[in-house]
């Protein structure tokens, strides 16, 4: 069975940054395009950044385009989201998650496999 755990969360500034990391066990990176998922209370789970199996393809969402950077390591099973110039509204549990497809949507029906989340929380 698939198990993907996620880590790095905590409390940071605004403008701060964070890295957050998934790491993947009884799966191999090598032939699945992964993504990052956050959800904030009382708001639907959204897509912040996908990448796939092997060609480099990567996609973002609007709202962290220029800020947060993905990017993995199939050796190591892991997948990892470089988050800076982090702002109040990023605030959210962050998810990694596997796609069926290699250049999924951020449609979460794409995703076959979920992480427990962890908490990113921006403030003073």
């Known amino acids: 069975q698939v198990q993907l755990v996620e880590s790095g969360g905590g409390l940071v500034q605004p403008g701060g940054s964070l890295r957050l990391s998934c790491a993947a066990s009884?799966?191999?990176?090598?032939?699945?395009?992964m993504c990052w998922f956050r959800q904030a209370p009382g708001k639907e789970r959204e897509g912040v950044a996908c990448?796939?199996?092997?060609?480099?393809?990567?996609n973002y969402a609007d709202s962290v385009k220029g800020r947060f950077s993905i990017s993995k390591d199939n050796a190591k099973s892991s997948l990892y989201l470089q988050m800076n110039s982090l702002k109040p509204e990023d605030t959210a549990v962050y998810y990694c998650?596997?796609?069926?497809?290699?250049?999924?949507?951020?449609?979460?029906?794409?995703?076959?496999?979920w992480g427990q989340g962890t908490q990113v929380t921006v403030s003073w």
């Open positions: 009884k799966f191999t990176l090598d032939y699945h395009a």
């Open positions: 990448i796939s199996s092997s060609d480099g393809w990567t």
């Open positions: 998650a596997a796609a069926f497809s290699d250049h999924p949507t951020f449609t979460t029906s794409d995703f076959h496999s």
